[in-house]
T-cell receptor, first 111, second 115 residues
Framework: SAVISQKPSRDICQRGTSLTIQCQVD?????MFWYRQQPGQSLTLIAT?????????ESGFVIDKFPISRPNLTFSTLTVSNLSPEDSSIYLC????????FGSGTRLTVV | DQQVKQNSPSLSVQEGRISILNCDYT??????FLWYKKYPAEGPTFLIS?????DKNEDGRFTVFLNKSAKHLSLHIVPSQPGDSAVYFC??????????????FGKGTLLTVNP
């Protein structure tokens, strides 16, 4: 299965700023997925990113708040914009293969 | 609406005994189920899966049982080891509807295996 390098592992950000999370995969993958895990909650799919096309967002998530880039088949970024304390969560990227492989996650705290 | 439910937030067992983690689902379109293990500061790691055409799948110490009529699945770990202490997530997907990649997760169960 693929190996994913996700950065940063954690960050503390001020309200109103943005955080960009990166995921690098060691092999080419068609689809990459971004999840959010709010405190005490389950993992929720934010969007699916295909290379060369716009990401597909799940209900409740919009591109203005969670812009995604997918410049090639091994890399993707998720930006969480205009941060508020409610955005404090763990964000994870994932790819197909091996029962879906996940990055190690980014723990975001908004103060 | 929580479509995948893990009603036990935590479970504690003795080393060498069986651990049974339970998961219920409400969406009858789900036909593929997965279990993940998650250690602190790491992403979820795939453990085992089962398709709805089966009622049991085994991989070493891990066995998943699926009861479609009850919309219930369980993960059995035998024998349990201290290294199994982690949060276990149940997840499900539906192969129809064009979104077969989408996983719906439960909230997880924290398993503690005591030496």
């Amino acid at each position: 299965s693929a190996v994913i390098s996700q950065k940063p592992s954690r960050d503390i950000c001020q309200r109103g700023t943005s955080l960009t999370i990166q995921c690098q995969v060691d092999s080419q993958v068609t689809m990459m997925f971004w999840y959010r895990q709010q405190p005490g909650q389950s993992l929720t799919l934010i969007a699916t990113a295909n290379q060369g096309s716009e990401a597909t967002y799940e209900s409740g998530f919009v591109i203005d708040k969670f812009p995604i880039s997918r410049p090639n088949l091994t890399f993707s970024t998720l930006t969480v914009s205009n941060l508020s304390p409610e955005d404090s969560s763990i964000y994870l990227c994932s790819v197909e293969g091996g029962g879906y492989t996940f990055g190690s996650g980014t723990r975001l705290t908004v103060v | 609406d929580q479509q995948v439910k893990q009603n036990s937030p935590s479970l504690s067992v003795q080393e060498g005994r069986i651990s049974i983690l339970n998961c219920d689902y409400t969406n009858s379109m789900f036909d593929y189920f997965l279990w993940y293990k998650k250690y602190p500061a790491e992403g979820p790691t795939f453990l085992i899966s089962i398709s709805s055409i089966k009622d049991k799948n085994e991989d070493g110490r891990f066995t998943v049982f699926l009861n479609k009529s009850a919309k219930h699945l369980s993960l059995h770990i035998v024998p349990s080891q201290p290294g199994d202490s982690a949060v276990y997530f149940c997840a499900a997907s539906a192969s129809s509807g064009g979104s077969n990649y989408k996983l719906t997760f439960g909230k997880g169960t924290l398993l503690t295996v005591n030496p």
